[in-house]
């Protein structure tokens, strides 16, 4: 999202905000009104992206409005992340699960 809103500060790569509604932050509150033990575990992870083509095809895969802004600039875009992920673009990732039980 910082990325392409550096871009274009237009372009949004998902309308739905799915996290809001189940997320990490409100997964335990809302499993908890089902299940009597509900544990988070977190997945630290990160991600260092060094060829622009497989983030571009990422980007341009979500949701959101944004091939509406970068495919008629998509020489422009590639230029964009080309020079954003020759020195290594680090991507940081914030998962885990939720184990339930009765």
Known sequence: ???VQEFDPHIVLSADRLYEQFGLENGEDILKKQF????LIRYEDALLVNDPQPLIEYILSCHGNQNHYIVDRYKEFHS???EKVKNGFYVTKDAGIFVCGV
Not at 36 to 39: G, L
Request: proline share 0%.
């Open 1 to 3: 999202t910082e990325l």
């Open 36 to 39: 009597s033990r509900v544990e």
């Open 80 to 82: 964009f992340v080309q």
